[in-house]
């Protein structure tokens, strides 16, 4: 029994930590913009699910990347396109994750998550399942599409935000501390 106890005490003691994230990509248009189609330009990192509106306005925006390549910044994916993103039918989804990829143009740029890994690329294995790897292919962890994801459309007195849940990710990666925004 005391064999038993101290493989159990090992194995908890060595076993990494998964934490889980979401990744959510919307739109925000101006009031201005009225009879604008919604646009799929911009993905947002959380540590929760699901979101409400004031959730969605403290967190750094990614815009996404002009040509398909998220290797010098941004986001790509191959399957985004101009349906609902419900709809989308998802082979990659890369995210830069250098440690510039958020605030890069501030004196304190930080990674899009807890440690740079050059990139955070997820790859489709079929059901709505994704393996998650860094720019070096090594595993990182995997995602999921939910099956009924939540879509919000948040009013502000000037704009209006549209985000769809399009992942949920287990690793050990944690969406950086410099996403978050205070009031």
């Given amino acids: 029994m005391r064999h038993f106890l101290s493989i159990l005490l090992t194995t908890t003691i060595v076993s990494t930590a998964l934490a889980d994230f979401t990744i959510y990509v919307g739109k925000d248009n101006d009031i201005t913009d009225v009879g604008v189609t919604?646009?799929?330009?911009?993905?947002?990192?959380?540590?929760?699910?699901?979101?409400?509106?004031?959730?969605?306005?403290?967190?750094?925006?990614?815009?996404?990347?002009?040509?398909?390549?998220?290797?010098?910044?941004?986001?790509?994916?191959?399957?985004?396109?101009?349906?609902?993103?419900?709809?989308?039918?998802?082979?990659?989804?890369?995210?830069?994750?250098?440690?510039?990829?958020?605030?890069?143009?501030?004196?304190?740029?930080?990674?899009?998550?807890?440690?740079?890994?050059?990139?955070?690329?997820?790859?489709?294995?079929?059901?709505g399942n994704y393996d998650m790897l860094d720019i070096n292919n090594t595993f990182l962890g995997t995602c999921n599409r939910p099956s009924h994801p939540q879509e919000m459309d948040c009013w502000q007195l000037i704009s209006a935000s549209f985000l769809t849940h399009v992942f949920t990710c287990t690793s050990d990666l944690v969406p950086n501390e410099g996403l978050w925004v205070s009031d």
């Avoid at 501030?106 to 899009?112: G, V």
Wanted: aromatic share 8%; proline share 6%.
């Fill in 38 to 127: 919604y646009s799929s330009t911009e993905i947002q990192v959380h540590n929760h699910a699901p979101l409400s509106c004031s959730d969605m306005g403290h967190v750094v925006p990614i815009s996404a990347s002009s040509n398909n390549d998220a290797s010098k910044g941004r986001w790509a994916c191959d399957g985004c396109n101009a349906q609902a993103p419900r709809d989308w039918v998802i082979d990659r989804f890369e995210m830069y994750n250098r440690a510039d990829a958020v605030g890069h143009s501030t004196d304190h740029p930080t990674p899009l998550f807890n440690k740079a890994t050059g990139a955070v690329t997820l790859y489709g294995t079929g059901d």
